[in-house]
T-cell receptor, first 114, second 113 residues
Framework: AQSVAQPEDQVNVAEGNPLTVKCTYSVSGNPYLFWYVQYPNRGLQFLLKYITGDNLVKGSYGFEAEFNKSQTSFHLKKPSALVSDSALYFCAVRRQTGANNLFFGTGTRLTVIP | NAGVTQTPKFRILKIGQSMTLQCTQDMNHNYMYWYRQDPGMGLKLIYYSVGAGITDKGEVPNGYNVSRSTTEDFPLRLELAAPSQTSVYFC????????????FGQGTRLTVV
């Protein structure tokens, strides 16, 4: 079975500081990993994904994520947070083969404090 | 603007009523999905389609039906609404099964009373 854990419901960070939003996963076989962002009253927007290759994935809006197979983690990072980064962030995983659905975490609300 | 369009944005249904949530995309994506998002939870897949005429169940299909007569449209049907179906529904589309260039709609907030 596949699952995703986002251990922090809420992350607060000062503007200009680096931010990290944590994600760990469980999946049989090799994973596809995704990060999505959701702004109020909007659908999810794709940030980045890991399929294969370089463990460091760069995505939209200056975000990046590092795939760590030994720790089964895919933490989202940004070197310098902006107030406009405040939103709800979802990590998702799916197997490379088999069922087509993404398994989502419960989300982490990021608040960037001016 | 290209993307996924859902209608309506909000709806209140009485128990036992039926309705159809509309979803259309203009990116010529073969793959389309319906997810539901319950409060404090991640999204769960209801149904998906890999192309016109082909649909399949996701993780939580009970109480729903779908059809895919065209590439653009993927409506979700609730036949007998129940309070457990109160949720926010998201339609999505992608180029392939890897969710390449996946787009999500703005969501439909459904309340069943």
């Amino acid at each position: 079975a596949q699952s995703v854990a986002q251990p922090e419901d809420q992350v607060n960070v000062a503007e200009g500081n680096p931010l990290t939003v944590k994600c760990t996963y469980s999946v049989s076989g090799n994973p596809y990993l995704f990060w999505y962002v959701q702004y109020p009253n909007r659908g999810l927007q794709f940030l980045l994904k890991y399929i294969t290759g370089d463990n460091l994935v760069k995505g939209s809006y200056g975000f990046e994520a590092e795939f760590n197979k030994s720790q089964t983690s895919f933490h989202l990072k940004k070197p310098s947070a902006l107030v406009s980064d405040s939103a709800l962030y979802f990590c998702a995983v799916r197997r490379q083969t088999g069922a087509n659905n993404l398994f989502f975490g419960t989300g982490t609300r990021l608040t960037v404090i001016p | 603007n290209a993307g996924v369009t859902q209608t309506p944005k909000f709806r209140i249904l009485k128990i036992g009523q039926s309705m159809t949530l509309q979803c259309t995309q203009d990116m010529n994506h073969n793959y389309m999905y319906w997810y539901r998002q319950d409060p404090g939870m991640g999204l769960k897949l209801i149904y998906y389609s890999v192309g016109a005429g082909i649909t399949d169940k996701g993780e939580v299909p009970n109480g729903y039906n779908v059809s895919r007569s065209t590439t653009e449209d993927f409506p979700l049907r609730l036949e007998l609404a129940a309070p457990s179906q109160t949720s926010v529904y998201f339609c999505a589309s992608s180029m392939d099964r890897d969710y390449t260039e996946a787009f999500f709609g703005q969501g439909t907030r459904l309340t069943v009373v």
